[in-house]
Every structure is written in C-alpha cells, then in structure tokens.
C-alpha cells in the first residue's frame, strides 16, 4: 500500500507515493537524490540525517516521509545560493576549517541554520546548546562553533 503525498522540497513542490513506513531519511535518499541528508546512527542521536521541516530542525530518521505531506522540507541541497557559490554558514564552516571528514556535516549545516533563523545573533553559548544534539568524531566542536558565531554576525545568514 502506498500513499501519495504533496510537499515542498528545497523549493520545489512534488507529488509521490510513499509506503506509510518509509522513513524520510531513506526517502528522501533513495527517492528524491538528495544524498546529502546523511544517516548514521538511525536512532535520531548523531544529528547526521537533520533537515528543516517547515524550518524547524528535524531528525529524518525518526520521521516518516508520510509526516510531510503537505510542509516544507529543506536539505543540505537546499542551502544552495542562486549563483550557485557558498552560503555564508558553508563560507564559514570552510573558513573554520569546522568539518575533517565531512559526514556530520549537512546535520550540523542544517541545525545552525535553524538556530540562526529563530535567533540571528545567538551567543556562544546558545550555539553549543543548539548543536548539542549533533555529534562529530572528528573535529572537537570548537570550530564548527566558531563558523556559526562568525556566520551569526553576518547580516546575509539571517532568513
């Protein structure tokens, strides 16, 4: 049994059918391309498969493609500018040197866009906690904290 469900997907509205138990992190991946949304640990911990749902960050593992008929999902693919060059949140995480190899990446891309829509100058502070369900192995966190309170000061981020 299928269902079919209507959403937007980084700007792009789309008609589908879904098996009500498909989770959005498989459709969104096998279904749609968008190979960005990564998954990890499949349990909602490592933040690897986070996208904006409606712009609020949302664990894809643990939701069902059934969950967003009718909303707004936006990927790591979505972040893309119309010239087609960095945002100035990728500008800083490079900046930073705030990723090594790169699999957590779009989770943390996507959590602190969140952040800096619902708050565009958050403090340090804020960013640790907002990043907190997020997890790396590979960098130590300071400077994917730096990158988003360097992006936070830079007007162009906030949405």
């Given at each position: 049994m299928?269902?079919?469900?209507?959403?937007?997907?980084?700007?792009?509205?789309?008609?589908?059918?879904?098996e009500p138990r498909r989770l959005l992190s498989d459709f969104l991946r096998e279904d749609c391309g968008h190979t960005g949304t990564h998954v990890g640990c499949e349990h909602g911990v490592c933040g690897a498969c986070t996208v904006l749902i409606d712009g609020k960050a949302a664990r894809s593992c643990l939701c069902f493609a059934v969950q967003v008929d009718n909303r707004s999902v936006t990927t790591v693919e979505g972040l893309r500018t119309e010239d087609d060059t960095l945002d100035p949140l990728q500008t800083e995480m490079h900046r930073h040197h705030a990723l090594q190899c790169g699999f957590c990446t779009p989770g943390f891309l996507?959590?602190?866009h969140a952040l800096l829509a619902e708050n565009p100058c958050p403090t340090r502070a804020q960013i640790v906690e907002a990043l907190a369900g997020n997890l790396c192995r590979c960098t130590g966190y300071t400077s994917i904290v730096d990158a988003v309170e360097a992006a936070s000061k830079r007007s162009e981020v906030a949405q």
């Open positions: 299928t269902m079919e469900i209507s959403f937007t997907l980084n700007g792009e509205t789309m008609t589908r059918r879904v996507m959590s602190a």
